[in-house]
């Protein structure tokens, strides 16, 4: 069974940064797609960024390109999202995924908020 722990959410202001880390235990499999997801009241959860075991692939979603960075530690299984120049809109619930053979994963959530 895989588990995520995440952590980093928090209240910054217009134009801040926040860092979010990941990380998951349990069995993780070489080909382990990571990526985070977030989550506005009233909408659907989306995507937000996502990189591949060996980090080398990346993709994220337009709202978020040149301002956000998603990285990864294999010493330290950890998944990184670095977020700069934050705007209001930013504001959701930050959760992290894991997807491998077998299974696809969530974290419990973080809570970032921006205010303006």
């Known amino acids: 069974q895989v588990q995520l722990v995440e952590s980093g959410g928090g209240l910054v202001q217009a134009g801040g940064s926040l860092r979010l880390s990941c990380a998951p235990s349990?069995?993780?499999?070489?080909?382990?797609?990571m990526g985070w997801y977030r989550q506005a009241p009233g909408k659907q959860r989306d995507l937000v960024a996502v990189?591949?075991?060996?980090?080398?692939?990346?993709n994220y979603a337009d709202s978020v390109k040149g301002r956000f960075a998603i990285s990864r530690d294999n010493a330290k299984n950890t998944v990184y999202l670095q977020m700069n120049s934050l705007k209001p809109e930013d504001t959701a619930v930050y959760y992290c995924?894991?997807?491998?053979?077998?299974?696809?994963?969530w974290g419990q959530g973080t809570q970032v908020t921006v205010s303006s």
């Open positions: 990189i591949t075991n060996s980090g080398s692939t990346t």
């Open positions: 995924n894991l997807k491998q053979l077998g299974g696809n994963y």
């Open positions: 349990g069995t993780i499999f070489s080909s382990a797609l």
